[in-house]
């Protein structure tokens, strides 16, 4: 879904890249103005990541209207994701245990007890009294008790906060980009028959706006102080500003992009208010006790059969 947009300025040009003699190719330059379209076409990888952490609009350009279509973009955005949420979790699980004052301030001791029950869990699925007989019920029986100690209520609350604000921003991006395309009448069929392509494009690109949050894995050498994470936050809120912006790509676009910010920041804190408040939240407690107590029946049963 290449656009041949020029990311210096934002106007369409009609080539990106153009041929020369003995098959050599040269960057084409935008007419308005006199730069070249795109030169990220010549960048590596290291640099483009560079620029995305100091929140060059350019590459998000780059990124949206020029690259070529990513056969694997949809696994991307959902690795993507996962990861943007686990961080997250993390960092929401790290300050409620700060808070009840279960875990110390200390990097080395966080760590230890956030992952010393799934890692003691995992490595000790066989011991000597084990034989090949009951390895496959012991590693089920583990496999329950390794997911009966994760916080679920933590993970439900992390995603329903986070993946409001995602879906909001996203499908007004979306819709505002899908009205710009349908004027177009040179774009609109192509646009109809790609358009999950196109809304897979943009959370593609605004989850990458979301790197800055991954510094909260620096937790793991350093303690860092609540200050640190309000400054992450802060980042990324600017880095999802200018990615939205290069998206839009229009003369009001830091206005569009402060009104699809804001409205994704309410919509998140509408969906927790509305979780934390019993109004979804009920039907999930509802099924977690179930999955909770259908885990106390099995492992019993396993129990029995082992003995």
Not at 51 to 58: D, K
Not at 79 to 91: I, N, Q, R, S
Not at 116 to 128: P, Y
Not at 165 to 185: D, G, H
Request: hydrophobic letters at 45%; proline letters at 2%; charged letters at 15%.
């Amino acid at each position: 879904m290449s656009l041949n947009v020029c990311v210096q300025c934002g106007a369409k040009v009609r080539r990106l890249i153009r041929k020369l003699q003995f098959d050599n190719y040269c960057l084409e330059k935008c007419p308005d103005c006199q730069q070249e379209a795109d030169r990220f076409l010549e960048y590596e990888r290291n640099l483009k990541i560079l620029n995305i952490l100091l929140c060059n609009p350019q590459i998000y350009r780059h990124i949206f209207f020029n690259h070529d279509t990513i056969k694997k973009i949809g696994k991307y955005c959902i690795l993507f994701t996962l990861c943007l949420l686990f961080m997250l979790y993390w960092h929401q699980s790290r300050e409620r245990n700060i808070q009840l004052g279960l875990v110390n301030l200390t990097p080395a001791a966080f760590v230890a007890q956030s992952l010393n029950r799934t890692a003691a869990e995992t490595f000790s699925v066989m011991n000597q009294t084990d034989c090949i007989d009951n390895c496959s019920i012991s590693l089920n029986q583990r496999k329950l008790k390794i997911l009966s100690t994760i916080d679920l209520s933590l993970v439900k609350k992390t995603a329903v906060q986070h993946l409001s604000y995602i879906l909001t921003v996203v499908v007004i991006t979306y819709l505002i980009k899908k009205f710009q395309f349908m004027r177009r009448s040179t774009l609109q069929a192509k646009t109809n028959v790609q358009n999950f392509e196109l809304f897979m494009r943009i959370w593609y690109v605004f989850i990458l706006s979301n790197v800055g949050l991954l510094g909260i894995g620096i937790e793991v050498v350093w303690n860092y102080p609540p200050l640190f994470f309000v400054i992450l936050r802060t980042y990324s809120f600017y880095s999802n500003f200018i990615c939205i912006g290069a998206i839009i790509n229009l003369q009001i676009e830091k206005l569009i992009s402060v009104f699809i910010i804001m409205a994704g920041y309410f919509a998140s804190q509408a969906c927790l208010s509305l979780y934390t408040s019993n109004g979804f939240g009920s039907f999930g407690s509802t099924i977690m006790t179930a999955f909770s107590r259908d885990i106390d029946n099995l492992s019993s049963l396993q129990d029995a059969e082992m003995y």
